[in-house]
Structures are given as structure tokens and as C-alpha cells.
């Protein structure tokens, strides 16, 4: 005897003998049927047959990208009284060479030169980056006193040097900021209205280290977690009373070096 098939899964429901796997037919495919994507917060979300769209995963460590530089662009018109002398060593591109003033460094105005030095630290090509790092530490070293008078002017290309989010360039802009606070008399204390602009950074690459197990890194101004712990103590040693506090408002999981936390609960156990 032939047996009619019925393709149809609603009449095959209204059989007698079939209606319970019928139904879970019924559920399956209606499991396996695809939802539309919505975006979140709209009445799209409320209908039937739709799932909410997840959010966009942003990498924060991601390499921003960077614009032209300003010194890069005096650099190619020629009005960068400085240059690199000799080449870069293969085995080791990064070594400092020496410079070739075309001036005497003394001599120059810092309000307008250090600025545009700084703002080198941001660039991508590494040569360039190399020389603005170099003629910036030469200049702050030949001339510490003169530092002071040009701060407000250095907060923006130091900001703009950490939000690249590149480790080399953040380490290389921290430890010109080492050696402004360590030369510069009364730059510890004159940068604390600015940590808010300069320690966000600090904040999200603070833990940033790379785990070698057993072995050491006898580097420490390689690793951009170790550099940072050393410019925030630097900061609240030289900054005054007030350094530890807004310190810990932009890094909160700092701990002060100057004023330890096993002293802070002697003294608190005396009162």
C-alpha cells in the first residue's frame, strides 16, 4: 500500500497519531531560523525574531594614528638649526648620535624652539623622532632655568606624545619629562595643575609589563610599566604637598613612596 507523504507540517499536525513531534519539528526549526541584528535602545529591539547588536570592541593600546608634526615640517624647510651627525649603528638603530648645531644652543629662544622640539616626539619616523628627543634633552640640559618660563607651552605636545598610544614614543616623552622635573628648579611644582592632561596615560599603561618568568630584564627603561612608576615618584617627590593627592586622583592605584602606607597608619595610631 502507497503511503502519501504530506510535506506540509501543519497538516501533519492535525494527525492524531504525530501531533507531539510535529511540535518539536515546529520548535526546531524556528530555534534554528536566523534573528535579525537591531542596534540597542531602539523599538526595534522589542520585536520578535531580533537580537540586540553587541556593542564595538575598542582596543585601547591600539597605535593612534599620528598627523605631520610641526617640526617635522620645519625640519624638511630647513629651519631646524640642528642635525644628527654620523649614521645609526645596525645592531643597535636607536643609539643616540651626536648633534651638529648650526648655532650656538644658548643662544636660542627657548619659548619658540623647545615646543617645537617637543612636538617631534610624536612623529613616526624614527630618525626624526630621534633628533627632536635629542635636541630637546641638549637644550634642557645646556639651559634647565629657562624650562620653567615655556611650561604651559610643552603640556600639549607632551599630551599629544602619549595619546599615540605607542609604548616607545609614551617612554620616550616620560623621560624628557624625568629630566625637565629633575633640572628645572620649581617644574615639579609648577606641573601639578597639569596632571590631569598628562597622567591619563599613566593610568592605562601603569601594570603594562612583560612577564619573563624567571629571568630579569636588566633594561628598566625598556619597560614602559617601570619608567612610569619611576616619573610618578619622581613627580610626588618633587611636586610638594600636593603632588601625592592629585597623583592619586588621575592613578588611583599609586601608592606614595614619600609618605608609606605603614608609616601613614603609625602616625594615625599616635593621634
Aim: glycine share 6%; proline share 8%.
Amino acid at each position: 500500500m502507497d503511503v502519501k507523504k504530506c510535506p506540509d507540517l501543519h497538516e501533519r499536525a492535525k494527525r492524531i497519531h504525530e501531533p507531539g513531534r510535529v511540535c518539536r519539528e515546529l520548535l526546531y526549526l524556528r530555534s534554528k531560523r536566523a534573528k535579525r541584528e537591531v542596534p540597542a535602545f531602539t523599538f526595534q529591539a522589542l520585536q520578535k525574531g531580533t537580537v540586540v547588536k553587541p556593542p564595538t570592541k575598542i582596543d585601547i593600546f591600539k597605535r593612534q594614528p599620528v598627523k605631520e608634526t610641526v617640526f617635522k615640517i620645519y625640519f624638511m624647510r630647513g629651519d631646524i638649526p640642528v642635525a644628527l651627525s654620523g649614521r645609526s649603528n645596525k645592531q643597535d638603530p636607536t643609539k643616540d648620535r651626536p648633534l651638529r648645531w648650526h648655532c650656538t644652543p644658548e643662544e636660542l629662544d627657548y619659548c619658540y624652539y623647545l615646543p617645537i622640539f617637543l612636538d617631534g616626539l610624536a612623529d613616526v619616523d624614527s630618525d626624526t623622532r630621534l633628533l627632536a628627543v635629542n635636541a630637546a634633552v641638549d637644550l634642557i640640559m645646556r639651559q634647565p632655568h629657562k624650562v620653567l618660563p615655556v611650561l604651559p607651552k610643552l603640556i600639549l605636545p607632551l599630551k599629544r606624545a602619549f595619546q599615540t598610544r605607542d609604548k616607545g614614543i609614551i617612554i620616550s616623552a616620560l623621560q624628557v619629562l624625568q629630566l625637565m622635573v629633575r633640572l628645572g628648579p620649581c617644574v615639579g611644582q609648577a606641573l601639578v595643575p597639569f596632571y590631569r592632561q598628562l597622567l591619563a596615560v599613566c593610568n592605562l599603561y601603569k601594570n603594562v609589563n612583560v612577564n619573563l618568568g624567571e629571568g630579569i630584564d636588566p633594561d628598566r627603561s625598556k619597560r614602559i610599566g617601570d619608567v612610569i612608576e619611576d616619573t610618578l615618584k619622581l613627580l610626588e617627590f618633587c611636586g610638594g604637598p600636593n603632588a601625592f593627592i592629585n597623583i592619586k586622583y588621575m592613578v588611583p592605584t599609586y601608592e606614595s613612596s614619600v609618605f608609606p602606607r605603614c608609616q601613614n597608619l603609625d602616625e594615625g595610631t599616635k593621634h
